[in-house]
């Protein structure tokens, strides 16, 4: 490793953005793109993404063009970079020519060092031959699959970045992304024509996420309780609801208990939409309830509590909306209510899909998201597996299953009879068969292959239909069973289900959910660690003080037009109740800080804090 590099990338990192270290494989991608070479970068939201072409561009002469389809962000991302003491801005459609005619002339005069664009203003030849004039030593193309008609968020305009590896020869290509699938990532590399591309893959895990998935019978009240406690009282949330009527009923129901919350859905004008997104990333509204359309655009790294207050369609939209959560990566909360009504209505709505294939798709992606409501592993392990990662770790300590564990009961006997009832029938029939036989229906199809006469037929009565589905989930989690793709899903019986079968051995399986008992406290939500640091975060830091440092952040903020995490991170705000900075250089040793914040807001904050210790 080249030690000169390694302390001047050091000293970049604490003058213009304020921290000491790099992130996980940050200083990695950081020297490859100073290789020129070409790279893609896998990495969870709030893993770190951007300071990845950032710094580099900070190093060399010339400018790093940056490609983002969010023209909403670029404005606070630009605004971000300049408090950070680095030059930069942005052209797209929101600016006057006169405006772009200016940018143009700095970067000519080689004045700026990152430039953000939308992708449609590379369609324009005039653009492009403006481009080939001037020195661009980078090209960073975020929120990549965007090119991917299989990615969730498909752009044609991202179409036009085609050409840019050929047009810039000599700059390497970084193309970052947040969804990690191998089809999407292999568009990426096709589409934007990657040479030799390097893949940096991050972990996706979240560690500062704590999931919590609970039946919805008391959502309201559990709501309100997670809402009033310390992590996430007056601090921004976003709650999901299913319809524009659920956000708007909801909204008001919580302005009633005395939380400002607004609606944001499809039904409100553009310019409506905009303000009620403009007061909550200016820390004015602090709740949203919203349809899914929210969100994407946003990234305020201090939302504290991510809400699903209806069953999402899939795990991958979950995992996303979820990620919004705590992108700064302060503990952070996401629950979601789950209940048989939403399920059914969920399938109602995919009834409707006209096409077959997509239909088929989309109950597929239903089917593995009750699967995870209702399983009883740890909710993370779940997440990662899903995402083709491995997880060793049996419980993460910061989810529901993990706190709170089920209760077993004996299911030998009933757990014999599902097991047999599948042996008996050929591992032919899908769930539903099997619970019609276990209830001992005589319906048409269970009379004609003579399965009314099978030993296991009625064995299941003392149990539900939705009873008899949660022990066949956790006969599948316990890989006794596994579910057969054919061209309708069958269960089949696993080797070890077999073997269970020909032995003697006891079965214990989780409570079943109808059963079990729903504990609510005080601090729901929270996990033993998090609750842990709770108490030693009260003996370290006074909350007064930090309600004061958020004023003086928002005047600021206002002050200068810019969200108020653009001034300082709330990480940089409970350093400083720890460290209570007085002088330059202790300003300077909070994270986030680097000379450029320093002097413009170091003497405002020491200020405050001043006359909090002299009143202390
Ligand atoms: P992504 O684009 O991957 O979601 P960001 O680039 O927005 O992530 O970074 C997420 C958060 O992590 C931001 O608040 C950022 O300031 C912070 N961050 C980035 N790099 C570092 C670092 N080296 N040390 C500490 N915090 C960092
Ligand atoms: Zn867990």
């Avoid at 050091?10 to 070409?38: A, N, Y």
């Avoid at 990845?52 to 389809?69: F, I, N, T």
């Avoid at 599948?422 to 032919?428: A, Y």
Wanted: charge should be neutral; glycine fraction near 8%; hydrophobic fraction near 40%.
């Amino acid at each position: 490793m080249d030690d000169k590099q390694r302390v001047r990338l050091l000293s970049l990192l604490k003058t213009h953005f304020g921290f000491d270290r790099f992130l996980p494989l940050q200083e990695e991608i950081v020297r490859h793109v100073l290789t020129d070479r070409d790279a893609l970068v896998l990495m969870p939201t709030g893993g770190g993404k951007s300071l990845c072409y950032q710094l580099p561009a900070l190093v060399r002469e010339g400018v790093m063009l940056v490609v983002s389809p969010l023209i909403a962000l670029m404005k606070d991302q630009v605004d971000g970079l300049k408090a950070n003491g680095i030059a930069a801005e942005l052209i797209n459609s929101t600016l006057s020519n006169s405006r772009i005619a200016d940018i143009k002339a700095s970067l000519q005069r080689g004045d700026i060092k990152i430039l953000y664009l939308a992708p449609e203003r590379l369609a324009s030849e005039g653009f492009m031959e403006f481009l080939r004039g001037i020195n661009i030593n980078g090209i960073a193309v975020d929120e990549a699959h965007c090119i991917s008609q299989w990615g969730h968020d498909f752009r044609p305009d991202y179409l036009n970045l085609k050409d840019l590896r050929d047009e810039f020869p000599d700059a390497g290509v970084i193309a970052l992304t947040a969804t990690a699938t191998l089809r999407v990532r292999k568009d990426i590399i096709d589409h934007l024509r990657l040479k030799d591309a390097r893949i940096f893959l991050s972990s996706f895990d979240r560690p500062n996420l704590h999931y919590d998935i609970r039946p919805k019978d008391k959502a309201f009240s559990d709501l309100i309780t997670v809402l009033h406690s310390p992590q996430c009282k007056d601090r921004s949330a976003i709650i999901y609801c299913f319809s524009r009527k659920d956000t708007e009923t909801l909204a008001e129901d919580l302005c009633q208990k005395g939380f400002k919350t607004e609606a944001y859905h499809a039904g409100l004008n553009t310019k409506e939409r905009h303000d009620v997104q403009e007061r909550f990333i200016r820390d004015e509204t602090p709740i949203i309830t919203a349809t899914i359309a929210f969100g994407m655009g946003i990234d305020k790294p201090d939302i504290r509590l991510v809400v699903h207050y209806a069953l999402p369609r899939s795990v991958e939209g979950y995992y996303q909306e979820t990620g919004r959560a705590g992108r700064d990566g302060l503990p952070s909360i996401c629950m979601l209510f789950y209940s048989y009504a939403d399920k059914f209505k969920q399938e109602y709505f995919i009834d409707q899909i006209a096409d077959e294939a997509e239909r088929k798709r989309a109950r597929d992606k239903l089917e593995t998201m009750i699967a995870f409501c209702g399983g009883n592993i740890c909710r993370r392990k779940f997440l990662l597996q899903y995402f083709g990662e491995k997880c060793e770790k049996d419980n993460c300590a910061s989810c529901d299953r993990c706190v709170r564990p089920k209760e077993t009961f004996d299911a030998t006997v009933i757990g014999r009879e599902v097991l047999e009832s599948v042996r008996s029938t050929g591992s032919r029939f899908g769930v539903q068969y099997i619970v019609d036989i276990l209830r001992g229906s005589t319906n048409e199809r269970i009379c004609r292959f003579g399965h009314d006469a099978l030993p296991s037929h009625g064995q299941g009565r003392g149990f539900d239909a939705l009873q008899l589905k949660e022990i066949i989930g956790s006969l599948m989690e316990k890989g006794f069973l596994s579910r057969a793709q054919g061209e309708y899903p069958v269960l089949e019986l696993t080797a070890e289900g077999n073997n269970f079968l020909n032995g003697h051995a006891e079965l214990m399986l989780p409570q079943l959910r109808t059963a079990a008992k729903l504990v609510v406290d005080d601090q729901a939500g929270l996990s033993t660690s998090h609750r842990a640091s709770l108490r030693e975060g009260e003996a370290l830091w006074d909350q007064r003080l930090f309600e004061e440092l958020r004023v003086l952040r928002k005047q600021l903020a206002d002050s200068r037009g810019v969200p108020p995490f653009v001034i300082f991170s709330d990480v940089s705000l409970r350093e400083m109740l720890v460290s209570l900075p007085q002088t330059d250089e202790d300003f300077l040793a909070v994270k986030g800080v680097g000379e450029q914040k320093l002097k413009w807001f170091g003497p405002a904050f020491m200020g405050v804090i001043g006359s909090y210790i002299s009143r202390r």
